[in-house]
Every structure is written in C-alpha cells, then in structure tokens.
C-alpha cells in the first residue's frame, strides 16, 4: 500500500516556527563553537578592510559568499559533531572519521575564502605601499 503524502498549507505560524528553530540553532552554534567567533572576528577585520580599500561589488559578493561558506561549513560540521556524540557516545573509529571529516570540510572553506581574500585585498595593500 502507497503511503499518502500529506500536504500541508502554507502557515504564517508554521512559518515563524521554523525561523525560531533556525535562530535556536545559530544561538547554540555560537553559544558552543569558539571557532564561530573567531570566524565571525575575521569576517570584520575583513569588512573594515573591504569599506577601508573600497572594494568593488563583486569583490563584495565574493568576500560575503566567503563568509557565508565558513559559517555555513562550522554550522554543519558542529551539527555533524553532535549527532555522532549522541549517535556514538563511545569511542568508535568510524565517529572519528566523520567529525575529522566534517572539520576538513570547514578547513577546505575556510582555506578557499583565505584565498579570495588574498587574490582581492594583497594587490590592494601593494598599492598602498608605492
């Protein structure tokens, strides 16, 4: 027998629900990462730098999609980290691989926002110089 798929209609409620979750979510990130706020750190040493050497706006989008990456990276990777704690709350090799691989993850993001960073503000602060 096919089981039926209940559709349910938008809901304004429903809606605000899922937006408190989100933000619970994001409290609990930054509540339990101090890697979320050194990210969030370097995101405005980044953004004084961006409104300091007028960047341009594409360099802005880019500099907000590195942004976004990392966090985005930490929120899953600390996600991921606290389902294999529940999951696997004994020592396993597997759990460490995937929170291993899960930070590699946020270590990629983070490596290819420094090298945006550095293909936008190093040209940059060489000007500044001559």
Known sequence: MEKELS???????????SFTYAFRGLGILFKTQQNSWIQVVFAGVV??????????????LMIIFSIGLVLTAEAFNTAIEIDIDLTSPTYHPYARDTKDVAAGAVLLASFTSAAIGLIIFVPK???LRF
């Open 7 to 17: 559709k349910k209609h938008f809901s304004i409620l429903a809606r605000k629900k």
């Open 47 to 60: 953004a004084f730098l961006g409104i300091s050497l007028r960047i341009s706006l594409v360099e802005w």
């Open 125 to 127: 602060l060489l000007l």
